[in-house]
């Protein structure tokens, strides 16, 4: 099969042609459709992502849409024909997305959604888990809450605005100037963090008592900013990027909590596998309730241009998620013999990454 390869950090990524997978006891072979870039992948990629772990040389990509071609032992869930969707590989042992065919463990699949395409489908994943592991496991996102979601039209925070409203939260989100139109068309109240201080605006959205929830995407000075805005006594900060120094005494002072969330824990453990899987069911059942729907960027690639894609990710100049479309003929010549071992082992040369990385 093809598939983009990385073999050292920081190098490009090549097209080549490797053993197509099969599937083993639990998995399920998948010809893959689409698959969504994340600004994780670029980082992996450049060797900045300690926490991602992944061996080279590598076939990456994060997220995943595709069609069952086979099942493998003890697998009852799915049949070759369904569309599946799901975080899948590319950290770890585990293969990636840029590649024609992919071994995934059955557990991290669920059933596309019937509302969304491929490539819809395939932005999904990494970000939906990430936004419902922090407003529904960490902060119990109900009816009646004050969510402020720091980045809001971001690739996270575009999708946590949609889940908190569908968990019944009034939802605020900070952004730039020019990102506030897509917040409010989210259905999010927008406030821009470049010219409104944090006292501010809660002041003006909660009387000055903080919000109920508050979301950080962003980290650094803004999940400081974060024990600032929140609730007195009840209220609880949960970030997807909590790393770094940070003073707790304004979260102390307020007598509120703070949790963090490591969305790739389950694919780099083989723990709670389970409940990823539950997790994207929750998104299909949101998308075909008309609850949820990525942005994607309009403009397309294949696995010919996926080094494009990745500089897009990279500059920060997307207009909503980037989508690589895997199931296309692409007419371009092909490296061969690259020693990538697509069930999990570690492959010629194979390392480690090193340095930090946000996800």
Do not use: C
């Not at 698959?35 to 990629?45: A, F, H």
């Not at 402020?148 to 989100?173: D, M, P, S, T, Y």
């Amino acid at each position: 099969m093809r598939a983009i390869v990385l073999r050292e950090f920081g190098g490009p990524l090549t097209l080549s042609e490797i053993e197509t997978p099969t599937a083993g006891p639990g998995q399920v072979l998948v010809r893959v459709g689409a698959s969504g870039v994340n600004p994780l992948d670029t980082k992996i990629r450049a060797g900045r992502a300690a926490h991602a772990r992944t061996r080279l040389p590598a076939v990456l990509g994060l997220d995943l849409a595709g069609v069952v071609e086979r099942v493998g032992e003890g697998v009852t869930g799915f049949a070759p024909g369904d569309e599946v969707f799901g975080l899948t590989g590319g950290v770890g042992d585990l293969q990636g997305s840029l590649a024609e065919f992919a071994a995934v463990d059955a557990r991290l699949l669920a059933r596309k959604p019937a509302s969304l395409g491929t490539r819809e489908a395939a932005a999904l994943p990494l970000v939906f888990v990430t936004a419902w592991e922090a407003l529904v496991d960490r902060a119990a996102v109900r009816e009646g809450h004050k969510v402020l979601v720091h980045g809001g039209a971001g690739g996270i925070g575009h999708v946590a605005v949609q889940l908190a409203r569908a968990r019944g939260g009034e939802v605020f989100a900070t952004g730039s100037t020019r990102s506030l139109a897509t917040i409010r068309r989210l259905g999010a109240t927008p406030i821009d963090h470049s010219t409104t201080p944090v006292e501010d605006y809660v002041g003006e959205h909660t009387g000055g008592e903080g919000f109920d929830v508050v979301f950080d995407t962003v980290g650094g000075e803004t999940l400081d900013a974060s024990f600032a805005a929140v609730r007195t006594y009840t209220g609880h900060v949960v970030s997807a990027l909590g790393w770094g120094a940070h003073s707790l005494a304004p979260l102390s002072f307020r007598g509120a909590t703070y949790s963090g969330v490591f969305t790739l824990l389950p694919m780099l453990t083989g723990r709670g596998r389970d409940h990823h899987g539950e997790i994207m069911r929750e998104a299909a059942a949101l998308a075909d309730a008309g609850a949820l729907a990525p942005l994607l960027d309009p403009r397309r690639f294949t696995l010919a241009t996926v080094a494009e894609a990745h500089g897009l990710v990279e500059a920060g100049a997307a207009t909503g998620k980037i989508v690589v479309d895997v199931d296309v003929d692409v007419d371009v010549d092909v490296d061969v013999d690259v020693d990538v071992d697509v069930d999990g082992g570690r492959g010629a040369g194979g390392q480690r990454a090193g340095g930090a990385a946000a996800s």
